[in-house]
T-cell receptor, first 122, second 109 residues
Framework: QITLKESGPTLVKPTQTLTLTCTFS??????????VNWIRQPPGKALEWLAL?????????SPSLKSRLTITKDTSKNQVVLTMTNMDPVDTATYYC?????FGVGPNFDYWGQGTLVTVSS | QSALTQPRSVSGSPGQSVTISCTGT?????????VSWYQQHPGKAPKLMIY???KRPSGVPARFSGSKSGNTASLTISGLQAEDEADYYC?????????FGTGTKVTVL
């Protein structure tokens, strides 16, 4: 079955760079149509889509955060990494990774990790 | 890239029907038939309930249905059950990125 799990620091200081890793199993990022997304949710607030990387290394970013985000994949390790620069307290949120399969349920998020809470504070 | 607009809350008694609206623009909801809905219980990850406006993934009860008219998509829960009490988010694929809704809390009275 498909599983995803996020990992990374729970606390970062303002201006620092955040690096999060999504480790997955049950699918391959070499498979046509498959992608992994990053989505975040500040405490008590709505979901916000951040980035997506496809099997062919096509990368998509939130227009409002594009300058701060980089998404990469390591298919040999079954991992996707998101980096976000210049962190600010408003970036405090639970960060999720989620699976996409264009030829499954389309460009939607059908499997999610449990999420990891990242707090930005000095 | 503004969030899609949802009512903050809706409520209903067990067995009743509730409908959650998701209003966007002609650039997002109005242009793509890739609207999805997610259910989120407190402290849990979201769960895909509806995709491509009206399709249900395997395992999602038939009491959940979706539709779209113009720039507004809707999620209807028929025969409301206690376990349906949760937050619900719509999401629209917008070509090269996605935009989520503001979220709606469904309360079962």
């Amino acid at each position: 079955q498909i599983t995803l799990k996020e990992s990374g620091p729970t606390l970062v200081k303002p201006t620092q760079t955040l690096t999060l890793t999504c480790t997955f199993s049950g699918f391959s990022l070499n498979t046509h149509g498959v992608g992994v997304n990053w989505i975040r949710q500040p405490p008590g607030k709505a979901l916000e889509w951040l980035a997506l990387i496809y099997w062919d290394d096509d990368k998509r970013y939130s227009p409002s955060l594009k300058s701060r985000l980089t998404i990469t994949k390591d298919t040999s390790k079954n991992q996707v990494v998101l980096t976000m620069t210049n962190m600010d307290p408003v970036d405090t949120a639970t960060y999720y990774c989620a699976h996409t399969a264009i030829f499954g349920v389309g460009p939607n998020f059908d499997y999610w990790g449990q999420g990891t809470l990242v707090t930005v504070s000095s | 890239q503004s969030a899609l607009t949802q009512p903050r809350s809706v409520s209903g008694s067990p067995g009743q029907s509730v409908t959650i609206s998701c209003t966007g623009t002609s650039s997002d909801v109005g242009s793509y038939n890739f609207v999805s809905w997610y259910q989120q219980h407190p402290g849990k990850a979201p769960k895909l309930m509806i995709y491509d406006v009206s399709k249900r993934p395997s395992g999602v009860p038939a009491r959940f249905s979706g539709s779209k008219s113009g720039n507004t998509a809707s999620l209807t829960i028929s025969g409301l059950q206690a376990e349906d009490e949760a937050d619900y988010y719509c999401c629209s694929y917008v070509g090269r990125y996605y935009v989520f809704g503001t979220g709606t809390k469904v309360t079962v009275l």
